[in-house]
């Protein structure tokens, strides 16, 4: 769907690792590059894995990109522009919600791409905000690494062998680290089984 509209408008593009997220994003911002608009992409600043300057997805689709730590900063960079494309977004903090929201009041299509869950298979940061602020949502699907089913889940693997619960969230990395997985073959061991965090 290809979104014309004259008031600010919140696309988020999600789902587990190798699913396309950033591939879809990168699309969507050269389609309004065709249609003429002024667009630029933000990264977050740790996010080096293929470009430092660029947007770029695991198959090789990239999109320039400006790198940004504080995302205070992001409203002087996109003062101009018409749409505003943000990748990995469960990396940047808090303060990325209200720079959304007040990219949304200027009347700007905010893009955002990023995991929903972290790799322990929990939401991840300020995905589930930005998920309920959406005004469209797109959930992709990878393939299983381990039975070629539809794949949710990001599995990190040290050394070949998945990563336990309490490791740290973050850590950067691509084919090396992380793989998708389904329900049936994501692994976290360490965790408990619980729905939801209270």
Known sequence: MEIITQDGWLEVITGCMFSG??????????????????????KPALDTRY?????VSHSGFSFNAIPVEDPKSILGMAKDAEVVGIDEAQFFTGE??????????????????GLDLDFRGEPF??????????DEV?????????????ATKTQRLINGRPAR???????????ETYEARCN???EVPGKTLTLFKE
Request: proline share 4%; charged share 25%; aromatic share 2%.
């Open 51 to 55: 470009d430092l300057v660029a947007v």
């Open 184 to 186: 049936l073959h994501h």
């Open 21 to 42: 997220k950033t591939e879809e994003l990168v699309r969507r911002l050269r389609r309004a590059v065709i249609a003429k608009k002024e667009t630029i992409a933000i």
């Open 138 to 150: 797109t959930k992709l699907h990878a393939i299983c690494s381990v039975c070629g089913n539809i």
């Open 165 to 175: 619960y309490d490791d740290p969230t973050i850590l950067v990395g691509g084919l």
């Open 96 to 113: 990325l919600v209200p720079v959304i929201r007040e990219l949304l009041q200027n009347k700007k299509r905010v893009i955002v791409a």
């Open 125 to 134: 940061g300020i995905m589930p905000t930005l998920l309920a602020l959406a």
